[in-house]
């Protein structure tokens, strides 16, 4: 069984940075690349971030763009979201996922296009 853990989150003020951790666990797999998606209360699951490992391409939602980062490791399946200049409406609880196949840029963002989730790591904005 694949497990994808993520770790890093917390709470903290705004203006503050985090930095996300997704590492997986479980029988050896192969993805095509991994992503981030983030779930506020009351709100649907949205994508974050990505990275494909063939090219080393990396996709973000346009509200992040500038303030986050995500880098990996293809080796140990492994991905992480540097999240700097946070702010209240970044808080939500964030999932890391990763995709068997490929993809295009314009799936890449939709959550069906992941077949491996984690269970998610809160992350609290304050003002």
């Known amino acids: 069984q694949v497990q994808l853990v993520e770790s890093g989150g917390g709470l903290v003020q705004d203006g503050d940075s985090l930095r996300l951790s997704c590492t997986a666990s479980?029988?050896?797999?192969?993805?095509?690349?991994m992503g981030w998606f983030r779930q506020a209360p009351g709100k649907e699951r949205e994508f974050v971030a990505a990275?494909?490992?063939?090219?080393?391409?990396?996709y973000y939602r346009e509200p992040v763009k500038g303030r986050f980062a995500i880098s990996g490791d293809n080796a140990k399946n492994a991905v992480y979201l540097q999240m700097n200049g946070l702010k209240p409406e970044d808080t939500a609880v964030y999932y890391c996922?990763?995709?068997?196949?490929?993809?295009?840029?314009?799936?890449?963002?939709?959550?069906?296009?992941?077949?491996?989730w984690g269970q998610g790591t809160q992350v609290t904005v304050s003002s």
């Open positions: 996922a990763g995709r068997r196949g490929p993809s295009t840029v314009q799936a890449i963002q939709l959550k069906s296009t992941y077949d491996y």
């Open positions: 479980g029988r050896p797999f192969s993805t095509y690349g």
């Open positions: 990275i494909s490992w063939l090219d080393g391409r990396t």
